[in-house]
């Protein structure tokens, strides 16, 4: 599987984004892999952001992105999308998307449990 984020740019807040993680499964479907967004600021460990089961009911986000986030997926274009709106300073940092099928519920915002990542894609939110 080959994941390949996009979107990223430079934003002022309060303003919005779209990142995009489009993959690669080497022919086969896109079912059953969960896909996540974590990020990463400098000097700052990764932390999970958002994630959403293959299928599309279920979506996860953590506390300080919810509300202003949202994950949502098209399986047929194995694309996976991060709408993020009302943006803060604080949200600048290099987010990167992750899958992995076999997910299970209570490690979906751990990123040992998935396997591929992508490049990553930088997002600066201007004050």
């Known amino acids: 599987v080959q994941l390949q984020a996009s979107g990223g740019g430079l934003v002022q807040a309060g303003g919005s984004l779209v990142l995009s993680c489009a993959a690669s499964v080497s022919g086969r479907t896109f079912s059953g892999y969960t896909v996540g967004w974590f990020r990463q600021a400098p000097g700052k460990e990764r932390e999970f952001v958002a994630a959403?089961?293959?299928?599309?009911?279920?979506?996860y986000y953590s506390a300080f992105v919810k509300g202003r986030f949202t994950i949502s997926r098209d399986n047929p274009k194995n694309t996976v999308y991060l709408q993020m709106n009302s943006l803060k300073p604080e949200d600048t940092a290099v987010y990167y998307c992750?899958?992995?099928?076999?997910?299970?519920?209570?490690?979906?915002?751990?990123?040992?449990?998935?396997?591929?990542w992508g490049q990553g894609t930088q997002v600066t939110v201007s004050s």
């Open positions: 959403i089961r293959w299928s599309g009911a279920n979506t």
């Open positions: 992750a899958t992995s099928r076999g997910v299970i519920t209570s490690a979906t915002m751990a990123a040992n449990s998935y396997g591929y």
